[in-house]
């Protein structure tokens, strides 16, 4: 894994299955409203809320991962975007708190209903310590159906 890479973190419930891609991205291709036009194999540092994933790894470094339009049957969509801020890396457990909270709070207004009372569930890319010190902080939300794929936005989904 290059230093680049990110951890990626479930919420309390499991996400998915894991699909973890190795390799050069392409050059992302999106519409004038930044939504992407194909399936792409893209650097995680290219990942936009509003984008949608085949498949989510959890539990592992990642650089790279598989995104599609919306449109097409996906596992998982990023649904919020935050900045965590300080100079040195705070540790894992701080991360993954500062991503939980972040995640959590976001998940009711994008999905429409709290986490604790939904069937869908969220996991997060957050910074690691190498990632960290090239100067990631970047956090991203990601929420799924863990009994179904999908097709379409789960924004105002209710459930």
């Given at each position: 894994m290059?230093?680049m890479?990110?951890?990626?973190?479930?919420?309390?419930?499991a996400l998915?299955?894991?699909?973890?891609?190795?390799?050069?991205?392409e050059?992302?291709?999106?519409?004038?409203?930044g939504?992407l036009l194909?399936?792409?194999?893209?650097?995680?540092f290219?990942l936009?809320v509003?984008?949608?994933l085949e498949?989510?790894?959890e539990?592992?470094?990642?650089?790279q991962?598989?995104?599609?339009?919306c449109s097409e049957?996906h596992?998982?969509?990023?649904f919020a975007?935050?900045q965590?801020?300080g100079?040195d890396y705070?540790g894992?457990?701080?991360?993954a708190?500062f991503?939980?909270e972040?995640?959590?709070?976001?998940?009711?207004?994008?999905?429409?209903?709290p986490?604790?009372?939904?069937e869908?569930?969220?996991?997060f890319l957050?910074p690691?310590e190498?990632?960290?010190?090239?100067?990631d902080?970047?956090?991203?939300?990601?929420?799924?159906d863990?009994e179904?794929?999908?097709?379409?936005s789960?924004?105002?989904a209710?459930?």
């Open positions: 290059n230093s890479a990110r951890a990626a973190r479930g919420g309390t419930i998915l299955t894991a699909l973890v891609v190795a390799g050069c991205g050059d992302v291709e999106r519409d004038d409203n939504e194909e399936q792409t194999e893209m650097d995680v290219e936009r509003g984008d949608c498949g989510f790894a539990g592992d470094e990642i650089s991962v598989s995104a599609v339009p049957e596992s998982d969509e990023v975007s935050d965590m801020t100079e705070p894992d457990e701080a991360v708190d991503a939980d972040v995640c959590v709070m976001a998940f009711e207004e994008f999905v429409g209903t986490w604790s009372d939904s869908l569930d969220y996991g957050a690691t190498s990632s960290w010190a090239e100067g902080r970047e956090v991203l939300c990601i929420v799924g863990p179904s794929d999908l097709t379409g789960l924004e105002n209710g459930r």
